[in-house]
C-alpha cells in the first residue's frame, strides 16, 4: 500500500521531530519533508517536489509571521489538507480556529511546556495519527471550498418520512470539519431564536471557551460556555466545555445542564451521545439534532435514541461536508429526516422550529437582547 507523504513544518526543533517520529510509527504515513517555519520560502519548492499529500504545520498566534505563511501557502497548496499544531492556550485556540476558518482541516493541541514529556508525547500521539488517517476520507472539493468566494449548496434530500410536532430544543454536533460548518451555521440564525441551542464538538476545554467567545462575537445571537446549572433559556447557543459531558435535567418548571465528568464514551468528553439520551428523557420527540461534518462513531447510538423518541434529525450533506463519515453512518441507518447544504441549514433548522409554537413564547426576547452584554442570564425567571 502507497503510504502518504506527510511535510512537517515547525519553528521548534523539537516539536518537528516530535511530529516526524509519529508520522514513521503510523503505518499509512511517512515523512517527506521538514523544515522551520523561520527559515526562508525555499521548502515550498521542495514541497512540490515531494509530491506531499498532507502538511502537518505548527501555528502559535493567528497575528504571526506564521500565520500569513498559513495563508500564502494555501494558495500555493489549496487541496493539499493541513494540520495544524497549536499551543493548548487562549492565544493557541485562537490560532487553530483561524485556520480552520482559512481552510486547515485539524488541529492538535500542544501541551504546555510544564507538562510531563512523556504524558505530552502520548497526547501528540494519540490526537495526530487518527488525524493522519483521515486524510484519503477528506472531501478535496469541502477543502477548496475555503478559496472561493462563496459556499457550496446541495439539494434537499429527505430520508424518513418528517415527523409533526414541536421542537422546544437544537442540538448541534460536529467534529472535524464542524468547527468551520459552525461559523456559517450560528451566523444564520436569528436572534430572536426561540428555542435553546446546545453544541457539542470535541476540543479541548480552553478552546470551547474562545470558540463561544468568537461565536458570540460575530453573531446578533448569545453565545457562551454552558457552566453547571445552567437554565436553558430561549435564543441562547450553550457550547458545551472540553473535558466535561452535558446532561439535561428538570428543576421544577425549568430545565438546566448539568456538567460532570463521568467516564469518556468513544474515548470522547464530552460525548454527544450522552447529551442526547439525556435529551430525550426530559425532551422525548421535541429535539432537533443537526449532525455536522465529522468522523468517527460518537453521536450514532444519540441519534438512534432520538429518531426512536419520534424527533427530528438532519444532516449536512456529503457535499459540503470536509468528513462525512459519522453522517453517513445515521444516513445509512436510515435515521434522518434529510441532508443539507452548509448554506440551506440554518434556514432548515430556522423552518422546523418556527412551524411550531415555542414552548415558552417569546416574551423574554425583547429583555435577553437588551441584555447582550449582561453573561449573569441565569437570574432571569422563564
Known sequence: MKKLKIYVLD???????????????????????????????????????????????GLDSKNSKEADLFLKLREVFPSIPFIMVTPRTTEGAKAAF??????????????????????ALNHMEKRLAPALKMIPRLNVEAILKYNATSQIGSKIDPLRKHVNGRI?????????????????????LAPDFPVPVI???????????????????????????????????????????????????NNGTRKQITLHRGPKEHKCRP???????????????????VFLSG????????????ADAGGQIILQDQETSLLWDLPSKIYNQHLADGTFGLDEISAEITKRVHNMKPATGNVLQSQKRANKSNNNL???SL
Do not use: W
Open 271 to 289: 460525548s454527544i451521545d450522552v447529551l442526547l439520551r439525556s435529551a430525550r428523557h426530559v425532551y422525548t420527540d421535541r429535539i432537533l439534532a
Open 168 to 188: 422546544e430544543l437544537v442540538v448541534i454536533s460536529g467534529c472535524t470539519g464542524g468547527v468551520q460548518s459552525l461559523y456559517n451555521l450560528i451566523e444564520g
Open 199 to 249: 453544541i457539542v464538538q470535541h476540543m479541548p476545554k480552553i478552546y470551547t471557551r474562545v470558540l463561544a467567545n468568537e461565536l458570540d462575537s460575530k453573531t446578533s445571537i448569545n453565545v457562551r460556555e454552558a457552566t453547571t446549572d445552567s437554565l436553558l433559556l430561549p435564543g441562547q447557543v450553550y457550547i458545551v466545555p472540553g473535558g466535561y459531558h452535558a446532561s439535561i435535567r
Open 295 to 306: 468522523g468517527g462513531k460518537d453521536g450514532l447510538l444519540g441519534a438512534r435514541e432520538i
Open 11 to 57: 519553528s521548534s526543533v523539537l516539536v518537528r521531530q516530535t511530529v516526524a517520529n509519529i508520522i514513521r510509527k503510523t503505518d499509512e504515513t511517512e515523512v517527506c519533508g521538514s523544515a522551520s517555519t523561520k527559515s526562508s520560502n525555499d521548502f515550498i519548492k521542495e514541497i512540490k517536489i515531494s509530491g506531499a499529500d498532507g502538511i502537518v504545520m
Open 378 to 380: 441565569d437570574v432571569l
Open 98 to 119: 483561524f485556520a480552520l476558518q482559512h481552510g486547515a482541516v485539524e488541529y492538535i493541541s500542544k501541551p504546555p511546556k510544564s507538562c510531563n514529556l512523556v504524558l
